[in-house]
């Protein structure tokens, strides 16, 4: 999921690295009366999110390395080269 493109750049990057940060932190939040105690994303899970290539990213990748054991930023063969569009493969979610 990404979101509407503006057309700005640097606009179209940070939404779209929040919209990944709030996915991540929504998949492994936890609260007490939760049916999912320990997040809907379970231990050792992997998460794969689109986003908009930036200056933000590397800053979402020390992040992601605090929570997962891989963090990868992938582009598929068919993705055209000049677009910024990429994904961020987050794998083995730690405890």
Do not use: W
């Not at 379970?42 to 990213?57: A, I, M, Q, S």
């Not at 605090?66 to 493969?89: G, M």
């Amino acid at each position: 999921m990404l979101h509407n493109t503006t057309g700005v750049a640097d606009t179209d990057h940070y939404k779209s690295m929040d919209l990944v940060r709030q996915a991540i932190y929504f998949a492994i939040s936890t609260t007490a009366h939760s049916a999912f105690p320990q997040g809907i994303l379970k231990v050792k899970g992997t998460v794969l999110c689109k986003f908009l290539r930036g200056e933000d990213e590397k800053e979402l990748m020390e992040e992601m390395k605090e929570l997962f054991h891989t963090v990868q930023v992938v582009k598929p063969k068919s993705s055209r080269s000049e677009s910024r569009e990429a994904f961020i493969l987050l794998q083995r979610r730690k405890m």
